[in-house]
């Protein structure tokens, strides 16, 4: 039982420290691969690339080993030396070697993955670590290395491989390193520790420190603190620690290499790598929901103190300090909206970070299926909801498996058509007003109508005689049943699972588009919103019901005229010059509302949807607009189409967010393809 | 999941219908006013609509529409018990919360037959204090609705339209 606590415990801290930096590190990996990848095919391999993905391999052994995860500190240690001969010219870089680095990113992300999932790693990486061993080049410890006897056999037992490491790496690079040993009060040892460590920080990289309790020293404690100093020798250390009951030994070991490895610009651990590459703080996204949610509370209670200071002004409007108040209130609810705006926006991250992971799926599906293809990204520094990112992933790797599957052709296909050898996939993102429009692109076959459409028929989705136009074949790639039916890559090239992709990117309040030319490429627009939780919203009014309906979704709004109102079957619509625009009545998609006080015929509507498939939703007036934290109703609640959310405007009840564009859509997917 | 065997040893004591019931205290969150939650087309029945409490929504849920109880009159008082449900906030409507009561010391009994309950199996006994019952909820199933219910879910998907203009 205590043990089992024990290990959740572990688990837990593991998460905390480990992972998060190890995928950032892992992530950062993967595009450093995917450059060499297209370096290589143009010949230009820069050893400052190198050295980067050196660095990086570095830093996450020093992560492993310090969260105590022994394969992956082996494996990267393994891959660490790869990379020391790859950047030394020791070994040439040449396809199979770059495809063994990717095999051996692949297994650590695995191994991470295994972490998070089970705390631990089962897999050893034995073959992956053979293969990076046999690439050429003196193992782990070289001949050469410089030898570790001088040190006190004590203190080398107590260190981990990598802290031997960094010792052996800091000798190679002629710094000095430094016994410290201190003999201290067994109990209440701590804050003498503490002051040594303190006072040894910035002007030593500590290494290990190493307790022991000598025989016939009862009640003391002794510590070795073994250190690699910087400019400073073991007496300006000696300096520093005076007064402690500290003695300080250098430790002499002789240099065994000559300035062969120095010249050639090795890695060089200095205080800025130790204080980790990330300026950000790591905060669970569940404290930031929190903060989120308590900012929100406290603009309600501002707003109940506003109108509480309006009614008072409204009793005396005379009385200077009522004026006041109202006044700071005013500026108080200012600078909640300020800092809900942040609260919302600590929540967002670069899309970078998904872009990177789509590149290893990239290097990895192109490979297996004899393809060559170059991803580009673009606007990377695009920012999004980490909610919204972490669900976008999924369709994404699906739209971009879809574009090496199906569209980019192998590479005498291409050849043969004309075209550059490599295809060419392009991730890119800009921002369009409070959404993210994402394109994934390939210069491949590209959609061929007459195939959709002999596609459809035969999966009974389209009559024998109905001929698709080509906006029409671009929307029945997306019908349920399209691509289920059977194999397509020979069809339309086009198709997998894409009914379940639009499904999942309209769960998020987003949209997907395709267009395509025929023989040169596909577009796939993903559209979401950057954030679910903070929109802009007009309130309206419907049958004594108040909706919020988010800004963004809303092309226009309309003062009907009952003129141009009629009915058409069982349809109503509204003449415009356009054309006539289909209404839809609130009380159908949201029924409860209080029956209708007169028979007068609605007087607005609000437009929603794409051009083509507008809706005009009609209310009974506007109560005006304002920005809303839409929080998730209960998932007792959550499926109904057209529902956003809910949110609170300050009067402690809830208003219902509306999703114009999923009541429009639902609205029309009854009719998609008939 | 906690072993069954495990007896809860502080609850919460409130009426229903001028019925005593108990729940578990350790998973409730806090007891608020009643007021009236916006109702959310589609719910199941006995869903009653949603509140805001502190920049969250609490699922509001009518305790005597769960428990086959006759429907609480409009304008009367009542109070909603809020639990924190897989990391949402699900609140029980009831007439009045009573307060606290240890277990301890109160012998817990099988549900007695006789008292003619609706739903049965989503009580875990009764604990007899003289001659008065109080009847212990399984507060879990009480809120995940009957199983019969269930199974008359409101489909998804809009209502026909209601007829209002012509």
Not at chain 1, 93 to 100: G, I, K
Not at chain 1, 133 to 143: I, V
Not at chain 1, 439 to 455: K, L, M
Request: net charge negative; charged share 25%; proline share 6%.
């Amino acid at each position: 039982m205590a043990e089992s606590e024990l290990d959740r415990h572990e688990r837990e801290r593991l998460k905390r420290d480990f992972l998060p930096e190890a995928e950032e590190i892992l992530d950062a990996l993967a595009g450093d691969l995917r450059g060499l990848d297209r370096s290589l095919a143009t010949e230009r391999v820069s050893p400052a690339d190198i050295n980067t993905i050196f660095r990086r391999v570095h830093s996450l052994k020093g992560l492993a080993g310090m969260a105590g995860l022994q394969a992956i500190t082996d494996l990267a240690h393994d891959l660490e030396e790869l990379l020391d001969r790859l950047r030394m010219g020791r070994t040439a870089l040449a396809p199979p070697v770059l495809e063994l680095l990717e095999d051996a990113l692949e297994t650590l992300f695995r191994m991470v993955r295994e972490v998070a999932e089970t705390g631990a790693t089962s897999l050893e990486a034995s073959a992956v670590r053979g293969r990076l061993r046999a690439s050429g080049g003196p193992g782990p410890c070289g001949p050469d290395a410089p030898s570790l006897d001088a040190l006190d056999p004590a203190i080398r037992a107590a260190l981990s491989e990598f802290q031997e490491h960094r010792l052996r790496e800091a000798l190679e690079q002629g710094r000095a390193v430094v016994v410290i040993r201190l003999r201290l009060p067994g109990e209440g040892f701590e804050p003498a520790l503490k002051e040594a460590l303190g006072r040894l920080h910035g002007e030593a990289e500590v290494i290990s420190t190493v307790p022991s309790a000598e025989p016939g020293s009862e009640g003391t404690l002794n510590f070795a603190i073994l250190v690699v100093s910087g400019a400073a020798g073991a007496a300006s250390l000696a300096e520093r620690l005076r007064g402690l009951p500290a003695a300080v030994e250098p430790l002499e070991i002789p240099a065994p290499r000559g300035a062969a490895g120095a010249a050639e610009g090795p890695v060089t651990l200095e205080a800025e790598d130790l204080k980790g590459f990330s300026t950000s703080l790591r905060v669970p996204v569940a404290r930031l929901d929190d903060l989120l949610a308590q900012v929100a509370d406290l603009s309600i209670a501002a707003a109940s103190l506003a109108r509480a200071t309006a009614r008072a002004r409204e009793a005396h409007p005379e009385e200077r300090s009522v004026r006041e108040a109202e006044q700071g209130v005013r500026e108080l609810a200012a600078r909640l909206r300020t800092l809900q705006r942040s609260a919302v926006d600590a929540r967002l991250m670069p899309l970078e970070q998904v872009f990177g992971r789509l590149g290893r799926l990239v290097a990895r599906t192109a490979r297996a299926s004899g393809k060559e293809v170059d991803l580009h990204t673009l606007g990377g520094e695009n920012e999004l909801d980490k909610a919204m990112m972490d669900r976008l992933v999924s369709p994404l790797v699906h739209l971009v498996a879809n574009a090496l599957d199906h569209g980019v052709e192998p590479p005498e296909e291409r050849l043969a058509a004309g075209k550059s050898r490599r295809g060419r996939l392009v991730l890119s993102a800009f921002r369009r007003g409070n959404r993210v429009v994402i394109d994934v692109s390939d210069d491949g076959r590209g959609i061929v109508v007459e195939a959709v459409q002999g596609r459809a028929r035969s999966s009974g989705l389209l009559g024998e005689d109905r001929v698709l136009s080509r906006q029409e074949a671009y929307e029945m790639i997306f019908a349920a049943g399209f691509s289920t039916a059977g194999r397509v890559s020979q069809v339309s090239g086009r198709g997998v699972g894409l009914d379940v992709v639009r499904r999942s990117i309209r769960a998020l309040k987003g949209t997907i588009e395709a267009r395509s030319v025929e023989r040169q490429g596909t577009t796939f627009t993903v559209t979401v919103p950057i954030t679910l939780a903070l929109v802009q919203a007009l309130i309206v009014r419907s049958r004594g019901r108040r909706f919020a309906i988010p800004v963004a979704s809303i092309r226009e709004n309309l003062r009907l005229d009952a003129s141009r109102l009629r009915t058409v079957g069982r349809e109503e619509v509204y003449d415009l010059p356009q054309g006539p625009l289909r209404l839809l009545r609130l009380d159908a998609v949201m029924p409860g509302g209080a029956p209708p006080e007169d028979q007068d015929p609605p007087r607005y509507a609000v437009v929603a949807g794409a051009p083509g498939r507008a809706v005009g939703i009609l209310i009974d007036g506007f109560v005006g607009h304002q920005e809303v934290v839409v929080k998730p109703i209960g998932r007792r609640l959550r499926d109904l189409p057209g529902l956003a959310g809910a949110t609170d405007l300050g009067d402690a009840t809830a208003v219902l967010v509306l999703d114009p564009e999923a009541l429009a859509a639902g609205e029309d997917d009854g009719r998609a393809g008939v | 999941m906690a072993a069954p065997a495990s007896e809860p040893d502080r609850l919460l004591t409130f009426a229903i219908a001028g019925r005593a019931f108990a729940v578990d205290l350790a998973s409730i969150v806090e007891v608020i006013r009643y007021r009236p939650p916006t109702p959310v087309p589609g719910a199941d029945p006995g869903v009653e609509g949603i509140l805001p409490l502190r920049g969250r929504m609490v699922t509001v849920i009518d305790a005597r529409r769960r428990l086959a109880l006759p429907a609480r009159e409009t304008a009367s008082p009542a109070q909603v018990i809020v639990v924190r449900e897989d990391g949402e906030l699900v609140g029980l409507v009831v007439d009045a919360v009573t307060g606290v009561a240890a277990a301890a010391g109160e012998a817990r009994e099988p549900l007695p037959g006789a008292l003619g309950v609706s739903r049965p199996e989503v009580y875990r006994g009764v604990l007899r204090r003289g001659a008065e019952y109080t009847l212990l909820l399984d507060l879990e199933k009480v809120l995940q609705g009957g199983a019969a219910r269930g199974a008359t879910r409101a489909d998804e998907g809009p209502r026909p339209p209601s007829g209002g203009g012509a």
